[in-house]
């Protein structure tokens, strides 16, 4: 039995959670919550047997994790900031980050 | 000059006139005109060659695997066209210097120059692929040089770009089924193959196909009210669209695929009737317009209206006469648009009926008009009188029953009756009628006339010299149909045609006798709406249904878009884990795959995600949401991810921060949504959260090392000389990624600046900020130090400030270091920048006002750089082999690689989207640019 299934069970549970609200600050935290789960499930790819750090020359080579899901995540964790702060620009255009009660524009935003 | 040089070089020519219009301003004109007329002189040995009936090629591999090839290829039809587009490029650029509002007119010079670049592509081009290409290459280029004409251009730019994508999918559609049909994407092979008479089906199918594609760009009927449209370019542009390239480019293709059509039927009755039923309909709707630039748009109409019909009865006397025509028409047509841009610029207007007699203020510009109206009309001794001579004469050769001919001739003449209706009108109506003073009208500057005369009066002395144009114009004709050219005469003796002409000229000069009457009643509209009113009718309604149709999936409420996807994932989950384990055989779990600090971990973070989802304090959630990053930070760690770990922790406390930042701005409690709703939400996340941990349980784990995995473990550091395997998959192995990701980072930032400029200065903007007063706790401060603290920010940031002197070198330097170690320890790019930004972060914190670090320009500049130098280093890699391959050496014995070089551009992007952001976000300057109204709205 491993305990990253569950983590990532709470994580994925808590974003689609916060993703179904109106509140577009909540939307952000739940994508922020479900990249952790996505990042953790990409960890658990590799396979969490071995936790050795991969630095050629130090620990055990046989102990050592697999690098490359650890290279995704890496690149994964960088563009969730970016996305992150964009959402947010767009949570600070208007009075309210409500989703549901969009503020008059005066433009037609309903296609 | 080999094909592959001229090509080149004009390909240049955009890029060069970037900074030459900004030192020469609209000046860019005559080094332009200069270089195109080096560079026709530069073609004459190769001219040579074509003209002792050779054929000059060359060709480089391009894609080899699809086995297209960048082949070019001159022959005496590819000169003639090749001539027209560098020689009235020429005098065009000549006369802009000239002729353009005093500025920098890049966009002007830039689409005008790439213009030329693509007619020359497509001319000499023989690859399909590559014709192709740069056909399209022509379409947009008009399109653009349309559109930066000001409000009136964008509508007819539109309009303009859907007709000649109409002809570019017709087009696309016959060059894959002529590479199907012969084999082969060469041009002059697949034009010379057998296929066209063994399998007639096909042949009429893509010769229908290509003259369609023809007629877009000919601007024939149906698809002529484009060129109209297209005057509200500025008159350079029009005068090189008519007379060299866009419409031009229609009338190659047809004159290129004559040589495998000529005696198909559908081709000839195609081009037959449409060119002369255009060439009719043009010339009435010319003679109808009292704005020159419209008639002369309408007279390019029926002018190709002739051509094409010329074509379409293929007999060798009818190509020889398409192709003299082209000449001639390029030539009085540039000329005469360039006079119309005289006569607007010397009285301020172009309208018929405005127009002061001007034959007194402008004797020469008079004279030169005459000549070219009269080349127009097709009236002796000019080469446009032998042109439309052999075209009325080989009318008469149109293939089918007999009475085609005759009907054929007689069409012909009735376009050339209005033909010099309109001529005559151009003449009449600029320098003969008008009451108006003349003003303050005046001559126009020799650099503005010469120019435009010269094409004009070049047509005189070509008609006496025939034989200069009889070579060219024969090798023409013997590349289209192996056979050669009819020989070209002033004096036929007397013919029908001239018969034809005479009528004409009688009937014409009688009606021009009452033509006050006459202009009362065609000057008005004859049919109930213009083409351009259909088009954008037909816009409307389609623009009508797609909306209708999108309505069924457009929400503005985020969750209706995401609970579809999310449904249909927690089925695909559930189904798949079900079916796996249905199917039995799953391996055993490795074991040792948990550890007892995870157990911890999975208790701090459900705590957090709970925290998170139930808070109704914005600041609460916030709190918890962090938490949790750090939860997960850990558990990264107890994973052996010490670079994700810190990249983790660096982009958590960013992360808060920014959140922090725009927080300030909203309220602080947030509305809980229906309890219905909130129990569905819940279903939903149980749903997928037991999903997602079956797939993870079952999926992963169960397995020995990947082979990937053995591969950078054991040979990694060997390859790269680095010991910090991620690192080096990060810059080494997989940079293309990272270099996507790098785009990603530049585009929010991008992103992020377009919407807050553009969008909250609208009427989104918070009518009311939040006063820093507002934000004070509710109630008096018991505390006077608290009290002090919000009342006085300056000495309360002391602290801060002092700290920070020390903090900001040494975070400045652990950055470096970080940096530098990258490779053999954790560390690199990425967590290097965000180390920086958080110098940043801690520097904007210190300020008692919401002031930006650093000025706007450095954070856009970083982010462009660092994608810039990125690229770059992908590019340095094709010194050694492909795209991205890292080069090592050595410098001063210490070990480098061009990877390091790319790990900069990575720290430049990081650390100039995180800047942005904190501008954008964290200030309340005004934006750079003032609220502008909305472009539609102007």
Known sequence: MSVLPLTVAVLVTGGVYLMCQPSLIRIIFGITLLSHGANLILLAAGVTAWRGEPLTGRGD??????????????????????????????????????????????????? | MTLMWLLALLALVPVAVVPLTSVLGRRTGWPVAALFLALAAAMVPAARTVLDGDVVTQSVAWLPALDVNLTLRLDGLGLIFVMIALVIGAAVFAYSAAYLPEGRELGFYLWMTAFAFGMVGLVLADDLVLLFLCWELTSLASFLLIARSGSGGQAASVRTLFMTFIGGITLLIAVALTIVATGTTSLSEALGSTVWDDRPGITAVIAALVAIAGFTKAAQFPFHPWLPDAMAAATPVSAYLHAAAVVKAGIYLMLRFAEAFSDVGVWNAMLISVGLFTAAMGALFAFQQTDLKRLMAYSTVSQL????????????????????????????????????????HAAGTRDTRRLPALRKVMPWSFATMVVGTAAMAGLPPLLGFVSKETILASMLEAPGPAWVGPVALAAA??????????????????????????????????????????????????????????VPVSRAVEAMSGVASYPLHLWHGITPELL????????????????????????????????????????????????????????????????PALIVLSVLLGAGTIGVLAGGDVPAAQPGLWQPVDWGLLALITLGVIGTSLADSRIAATVYLGGVGIAVTVQLFSLGAPDVGLTQLMVEVLTVLVIMLVLRQLPARIGHPYRTHRRAALTLALTLGAGAAAATWLLTGRRGKSDPAEFYLAEGTEVTGGDNLVNVILVEFRALDTLGELAVLGLAGVAIIAVLRTVRTRTLDPPNRVEVAQLRPQGRLTDPQAELALSDPQSNLLPMQLLLRVLVPALLVLSAVIFWRGHNAPGGGFIAALVASAAVALVYLSR???????????????????????????????????????????????????????????YAAVLGLVMAAFDRLGTDRPDDVPAEPAREDA
């Open chain 2, 413 to 470: 003449g009735m376009g050339a009756v209005l033909t010099f209706a309109y001529s005559a009108k151009i003449v009449f109506g600029s320098f003969v009628d008008g009451e108006r003073e003349i003003g303050d009208s005046h001559g126009p500057s020799a650099a503005l006339f010469i120019p435009a005369a010269l094409p004009i009066w070049a047509g005189l002395p070509l008609a006496f010299a025939l034989g200069v144009v009889d």
């Open chain 2, 848 to 906: 008692p006002e919401d002031r930006a670090v650093g000025p706007r320009a450095l954070h856009v500049g970083l982010i462009g750089g660092g994608v810039l130098i990125a690229l770059v280093t992908g590019l340095i890699g094709y010194a050694d082999s492909s795209f991205l391959q890292p080069l090592h050496g050595y410098l001063g014995g210490i070990h480098v690689s061009t990877s390091l070089l790319f790990d900069v551009g990575v």
């Open chain 1, 61 to 111: 080579p046989a102990d050592a994790a697999d690098p490359l899901p650890m290279a995704f995540v890496l690149t994964a964790i960088v563009i969730t900031l970016a996305v992150t702060v964009f959402m947010l620009a767009l949570a600070r255009i208007g009075h309210d980050d409500d989703t549901h009660h969009m503020p008059d524009t005066g433009e037609d935003h309903r296609a």
């Open chain 2, 305 to 344: 209206g002739l051509i094409t019909a010329a074509i379409g009865v293929g007999t060798p006397k009818a190509l020889t006469a398409a192709v003299i025509h082209t000449i001639a028409h390029a030539l009085f047509k540039s000329g005469l648009f360039m006079m119309v841009g005289v006569v607007d």
């Open chain 2, 500 to 563: 034809v002409t005479a009528a004409v000229v009688a009937v014409g000069a009688l009606a021009m006798t009452q033509r006050k009457a006459l202009y009362r009643r065609l000057e008005r509209g004859l049919l109930p709406g213009t083409g351009a009113e259909a088009l954008e009718y037909l816009f409307g309604r389609a623009g009508r249904l797609g909306r209708s149709l999108a309505q069924m999936v457009a929400y503005d409420h985020p969750a209706r878009h995401v609970v």
